[in-house]
T-cell receptor, first 113, second 115 residues
Framework: SQTIHQWPATLVQPVGSPLSLECTVE??????LYWYRQAAGRGLQLLFY??????ISSEVPQNLSASRPQDRQFILSSKKLLLSDSGFYLC????????????FGEGSWLTVV | KNQVEQSPQSLIILEGKNCTLQ??????????LRWYKQDTGRGPVSLTIMTFSENTKSNGRYTATLDADTKQSSLHITASQLSDSASYIC??????????????FGTGTRLTIIP
């Protein structure tokens, strides 16, 4: 079976500090990978999606970047966090073996102080 | 502009009662419509997915309907349980080229079941 792991679950970071959220998928190969952000009271917003290693598309200009160094690893980063980066970040995957369903990780709560 | 609107924003019902959540969309060209359940602080979990040709799909006590002509969907929950308390998110996808699709998310309906 396929599983998706995302960490850390909770993060409190000062403004201007770097960020690294990691996501890995097990049990499949060549998945499509996604990073979403969910602000309070708002719908999920797609930040990045990747169809393969080093193939990443950005949906909105922002203070964040994403990398996919391995087939099943997706990393969300920032060099200098802003207060507005606070939110709930979700990694997700779809593709082979997902039956056209997008599966989400458990999410990471980021609070920038 | 592709949009997904859900109603009501929040709903409180007694345990054991039924309820129906609504989703209207303006996404085009339509590919499929999904309903997700999201517990507080957790990632969304897929409940149903329907394509253009499907007008109803069930998953246990959850039944989703789709009217592609009026661009409306509903999620009906039967005999609600306390564990049904969650946000329910309607997600509509549209094709953006061969084999690719993009998702548009609704803001969700917050459902609270009280004993």
């Amino acid at each position: 079976s396929q599983t998706i792991h995302q960490w850390p679950a909770t993060l409190v970071q000062p403004v201007g500090s770097p960020l690294s959220l990691e996501c890995t998928v097990e049990g499949t190969s060549n998945p499509n990978l996604y990073w979403y952000r969910q602000a309070a009271g708002r719908g999920l917003q797609l930040l990045f999606y990747s169809i393969g290693i080093d193939q990443i598309s950005s949906e909105v200009p922002q203070n964040l970047s994403a990398s996919r160094p391995q087939d099943r690893q997706f990393i969300l980063s920032s060099k200098k966090l802003l207060l507005s980066d606070s939110g709930f970040y979700l990694c997700a995957w779809s593709g082979p073996y997902s039956g056209n369903t997008i599966y989400f990780g458990e999410g990471s709560w980021l609070t920038v102080v | 502009k592709n949009q997904v609107e859900q109603s009501p924003q929040s709903l409180i019902i007694l345990e054991g009662k039924n309820c129906t959540l609504q989703c209207n969309y303006t996404v085009s060209p339509f590919s499929n419509l999904r309903w997700y359940k999201q517990d507080t602080g957790r990632g969304p979990v897929s409940l149903t997915i329907m394509t253009f040709s499907e007008n109803t799909k069930s998953n246990g006590r959850y039944t989703a309907t789709l009217d592609a002509d009026t661009k409306q969907s509903s999620l009906h929950i039967t005999a609600s349980q306390l564990s049904d308390s969650a946000s329910y998110i309607c997600v509509v996808s549209f094709a953006v080229g061969f084999g690719n699709e993009k998702l548009t998310f609704g803001t969700g309906t917050r459902l609270t079941i009280i004993p």
